[in-house]
């Protein structure tokens, strides 16, 4: 038999690719779709509960395949009901998965990352530094073990009804492992997710949106955060290689390719950096007769930042500003921050490469 680390791990295989992976074990494509069930819809985690497979099928599976989650490290549960997770990625490595539980439904904020290269002013995972792309087993695997661990819903569905990459990291920048995680997403041969209850959220990466909007049909969240170019370099840097326009112009098109899409802007309230009343009308000026809509984010603060969250008052004037020119706008409510779980909290443990890899040379240097 062949050593766990040389095993396929199917968890991560949508249908295609596990079509391929049949027909290359002398099996039928077909028993791709009942093999995702099995994974996806009935939480089997080992071949010998697949009993409508036969046992030489099951054998061969238990030679060159396995089923492998996230290993779980750590679970904080919020006073307001909400649960992190903390998995281990190899190597020290950690990345975090929050699940927000509401009347009408379950929403998981998953991971694509370990870290962010991106490093927005405002958020604890762009601190940590970068390490490494998460792998489509390991992003699914996220949602794999929240529907595994959490009690079904009142009417006997996962208790995932939605799914925001939101988490630690920059999904388009990782859109290798991220097309296979949504293709599991959408199937209805696993978990059969709305394209409208999975919702990407990106700092601007111009050419993936363009790429995602013929790939694939799901909602997009903007990380936005400012009307202006000169504020937007300092928040969030990746607006010095593709500026408001040019993103404005990427998303625009996003939403032209498909019916009905909208865009949804996020935008952090950071006091006296970018809540003012003229913020307000910049941020409508660009939006305005678009179908887009702005969700404003009371900043979350996390040790060593240097913003504070705006007033309640100045959020609620900016919302009422939007809305009087117009613009559909909504204040997220904030959750699990007591378990550093809210927007911008999520750092898990990161390694960052870069650094290392500088701090390495450093020494090298030093003991020449």
Not at 185 to 211: A, C, M, W
Not at 216 to 242: E, F, G, K, T
Not at 268 to 294: F, P, Q, W, Y
Request: hydrophobic residues 40%; proline residues 5%.
């Amino acid at each position: 038999m062949r050593p766990e680390s040389e095993k396929v791990n199917l968890l991560g295989l949508p249908q295609g690719a596990l079509e391929n992976f049949f027909a290359g074990i002398g099996e039928q494509p077909f028993r791709a779709r009942q093999v995702l069930q099995w994974i996806h819809q009935r939480n089997a985690d080992h071949f010998d509960a697949m009993t409508d497979l036969s046992k030489g099928l099951r054998a061969k599976l238990e030679e060159s395949a396995v089923i492998r989650l996230p290993a779980l490290l750590s679970e904080k549960v919020s006073n307001d009901g909400t649960i992190k997770w903390l998995f281990e990625s190899g190597a020290g490595q950690a990345v975090e998965t929050v699940f927000i539980p509401e009347p009408g439904r379950g929403t998981l904020c998953i991971s694509s990352q370990v870290g962010c290269a991106l490093d927005c002013a405002f958020c604890a995972t762009g601190a940590q530094g970068f390490n490494r792309n998460l792998v489509a087993a390991e992003i699914v695997g996220q949602v794999n073990y929240a529907n595994r661990a959490l009690p079904p819903r009142a009417n006997g569905e996962p208790a995932v009804t939605n799914v925001v990459f939101m988490g630690m990291g920059e999904p388009l920048a990782n859109y290798r492992n991220l097309l296979p995680a949504l293709d599991l997403l959408l199937s209805d041969f696993s978990y059969g997710l709305s394209r409208r209850r999975i919702t990407v959220s990106t700092s601007g990466i111009v050419p993936q949106i363009h790429k995602l909007g013929d790939d694939c049909n799901v909602s997009l969240a903007v990380s936005l955060h400012a009307p202006n170019d000169q504020l937007r370099n300092y928040l969030v840097p990746i607006n010095r290689i593709h500026p408001i326009a040019e993103l404005l112009d990427a998303c625009w098109t996003y939403a032209a390719k498909r019916a009905n899409r909208f865009i949804t802007f996020e935008y952090v309230m950071l006091r006296d950096i970018n809540d003012s009343i003229g913020h307000a009308h910049e941020l409508a000026g660009l939006l305005r007769g678009k179908t887009a809509k702005v969700n404003l984010i009371p900043f979350n603060p996390f040790p060593g930042n240097e913003f504070y969250r705006s007033e309640s008052r100045d959020i609620a004037a900016f919302q009422a500003a939007l809305r009087a020119q117009g613009i559909v706008a909504t204040t997220r409510k904030t959750r699990g921050d007591d378990i550093s779980a809210a927007c911008g909290q999520l750092a898990g443990k990161v390694s960052d490469r870069v650094r290392n890899r500088l701090s390495e040379k450093k020494a090298k240097v030093a003991t020449a």
